[in-house]
């Protein structure tokens, strides 16, 4: 089992930025992969980012590279989401979610455990 728990969420102009972190407690949390997702109102849950176990491997949301930055601290059993240049379209309730392995995916089933979520909401 891993336990994860978000936070770093607030509101933010557009232009902003916000740096989200992940806590992660377990057993070998800090071996497994590791990613962000986000869901708006009425919408599904999306990816964002990932990264592999090692910290080697990372991907992206096409919407999202070159402003967000997935990391992780391993000796803190932390994943983080640096976000730069927010926009409005960015608002949504953003979940950090674990693997059972540490290879890095970009699609929601892989992902075995999931945190509560912390909102993000960016104004124009």
């Known amino acids: 089992q891993v336990q994860l728990v978000e936070s770093g969420g607030g509101l933010v102009q557009a232009g902003g930025s916000l740096r989200l972190s992940c806590a992660a407690s377990g057993r070998t949390s800090s071996r497994v992969a590791m990613g962000w997702f986000r869901q708006a109102p009425g919408k599904e849950r999306d990816f964002v980012a990932a990264?592999?176990?090692?910290?080697?491997?990372?991907y992206y949301k096409d919407s999202v590279k070159g402003r967000f930055t997935i990391s992780r601290d391993n000796a803190k059993n932390t994943v983080y989401l640096q976000m730069h240049s927010l926009k409005p379209e960015d608002t949504a309730v953003y979940y950090c979610a674990a693997r059972d392995t540490g290879v890095a995916s970009f699609t929601v089933v892989a992902y075995d455990y999931w945190g509560q979520g912390t909102q993000v909401t960016v104004s124009s």
């Open positions: 990264i592999s176990g090692s910290g080697g491997v990372t």
